[in-house]
């Protein structure tokens, strides 16, 4: 087996994990029951504290890390012409099925240009946040060098706390220095490294910086709720809840990268296989289960008063392994390959 096989493999074992992360934290989220979801008490369940911590922003490292592989072998143009094809496409046939089903189903309408936006964003809000980002990044990464890149990406940073939200750009701006964090990382990979002690060492820093971080959490300070532009509220509140998003984030994220490294050598193959495997499939997982969810566990798991962890578990488990087998199915087609997964 070659190194960049090996690489690949375990690329997707990361994107497995993240994948799992995902599922177990909307079914969380999903199959408490109808006042558990509505009241949004599952932001105050420790489990799901921890995973909405860290999870996205895993994914989005990793998304960065992965576009940079990308960057390095496409001009601007071909950059493009693979984002519109690989993400653009998908986005807008699976956020137009999505709008039938859930006119169908709920009599959803749009009755103005702000909804159809809000709509279209933000169904699918991570996808466009992994488009706008690699957009930003090979822009200034391919017209600019050295301390420039810098000092754009520091004015960048700066503008988004006084810019609107709207569209899901709060999401957008969150995740950007993970995005960028995952794309640099790939590039100076080999100025990054540290011996196994140091790596150690850190691990154990940030395990007790994730430990106080967990007891300073509070419901404001999810981006689902208070969101991340200062403009018209408290520039002193949200700065501190942006700032403290980053520092869990990141710092999940290294907890999460090294814990996943040491148990990359330890599961046996099987294992390792089956979570490559959803790794290759976790845009089609991301997708189906996001439907699965909100159109049948959702209402299929109404009645329930409150969380049941088995039940939370069997759901994940059938939900990875159900999308996982759809997506499979679907990619059998090159068209509906193509044009549904990009691929």
Same mark, same amino acid.
């Given at each position: 087996?070659?190194?960049?096989?090996?690489?690949? $493999?375990?690329?997707?074992?990361?994107?497995?994990?993240?994948?799992?992360?995902? &599922?177990?934290?909307?079914?969380?989220?999903?199959?408490?029951?109808?006042?558990?979801?509505?009241?949004?008490?599952?932001?105050? $369940?420790? =489990?799901?504290?921890?995973?909405?911590?860290? !999870?996205?922003?895993?994914?989005?490292?990793?998304?960065?890390?992965?576009?940079?592989?990308?960057?390095?072998?496409?001009?601007?143009?071909?950059? %493009?012409? $693979?984002?519109?094809?690989?993400?653009? &496409? #998908?986005?807008?046939?699976?956020?137009?099925?999505?709008?039938?089903?859930?006119?169908?189903?709920?009599?959803? @309408?749009?009755?103005? =240009?702000?909804?159809?936006?809000?709509?279209?964003?933000?169904?699918?809000?991570?996808?466009?946040? &992994?488009?706008?980002?690699?957009?930003?990044?090979?822009?200034?990464?391919?017209?600019?060098?050295?301390?420039?890149?810098?000092?754009?990406?520091?004015?960048?940073?700066?503008?988004?706390?006084?810019?609107?939200?709207?569209?899901?750009? !709060?999401? !957008?701006?969150?995740?950007? #220095?993970?995005?960028?964090?995952?794309?640099?990382?790939?590039?100076?990979?080999?100025?990054? +490294?540290?011996? *196994?002690?140091?790596?150690?060492?850190?691990?154990? %820093?940030?395990?007790?910086?994730?430990?106080?971080?967990? +007891? @300073?959490?509070?419901?404001?300070?999810?981006?689902?709720?208070? @969101?991340?532009?200062?403009?018209?509220?408290?520039?002193?509140? /949200?700065?501190?809840?942006?700032?403290?998003?980053?520092?869990?984030?990141?710092?999940?994220?290294?907890?999460?990268?090294?814990?996943? *490294?040491?148990?990359?050598?330890? &599961?046996?193959?099987? /294992? +390792?296989?089956?979570?490559?495997? @959803?790794?290759?499939?976790?845009?089609?997982?991301? %997708? %189906?289960?996001?439907?699965?969810?909100?159109?049948?566990?959702?209402?299929?798991?109404?009645?329930?008063?409150?969380?049941?962890?088995?039940?939370?578990?069997?759901?994940?488990?059938?939900?990875?392994?159900?999308? $996982?087998?759809?997506?499979?199915?679907?990619?059998?087609?090159?068209?509906?390959?193509?044009?549904?997964?990009?691929?």
């Amino acid at each position: 087996m070659t190194k960049h096989t090996v690489r690949n $493999n375990y690329l997707d074992f990361l994107k497995g994990f993240a994948i799992i992360f995902v &599922v177990l934290g909307h079914s969380i989220q999903l199959t408490g029951g109808i006042e558990f979801a509505n009241y949004l008490l599952f932001f105050y $369940n420790p =489990l799901f504290i921890i995973i909405y911590s860290f !999870h996205m922003p895993l994914f989005m490292l990793i998304s960065g890390y992965l576009f940079s592989f990308t960057s390095k072998k496409r001009n601007i143009g071909s950059i %493009i012409k $693979n984002r519109i094809r690989t993400l653009l &496409v #998908p986005i807008t046939i699976w956020t137009l099925i999505w709008f039938t089903i859930d006119h169908y189903l709920n009599g959803k @309408m749009l009755l103005s =240009l702000n909804e159809v936006l809000e709509y279209f964003t933000g169904t699918f809000w991570f996808l466009w946040s &992994v488009l706008v980002c690699s957009l930003i990044v090979m822009l200034v990464d391919k017209t600019t060098k050295g301390k420039l890149s810098f000092v754009i990406y520091c004015i960048i940073f700066a503008l988004s706390f006084i810019s609107l939200d709207q569209y899901s750009f !709060h999401m !957008h701006k969150y995740m950007f #220095p993970f995005f960028l964090a995952g794309y640099y990382t790939n590039k100076y990979e080999n100025t990054l +490294k540290v011996s *196994k002690r140091v790596e150690a060492i850190l691990a154990c %820093i940030c395990l007790i910086v994730f430990g106080f971080l967990f +007891k @300073m959490y509070t419901i404001d300070t999810s981006i689902y709720i208070s @969101m991340f532009s200062i403009l018209g509220r408290s520039a002193e509140t /949200i700065i501190y809840y942006d700032m403290y998003r980053y520092a869990i984030g990141f710092v999940g994220c290294f907890l999460a990268l090294f814990a996943l *490294k040491h148990i990359y050598k330890w &599961v046996p193959d099987s /294992i +390792k296989h089956w979570i490559s495997d @959803m790794g290759k499939n976790s845009l089609g997982i991301y %997708i %189906i289960s996001n439907f699965l969810f909100i159109f049948l566990i959702k209402r299929l798991f109404a009645p329930l008063q409150g969380l049941n962890y088995c039940v939370v578990g069997i759901v994940s488990i059938i939900m990875l392994l159900l999308c $996982n087998v759809i997506t499979q199915q679907i990619k059998k087609s090159k068209i509906c390959s193509v044009l549904l997964f990009g691929r």
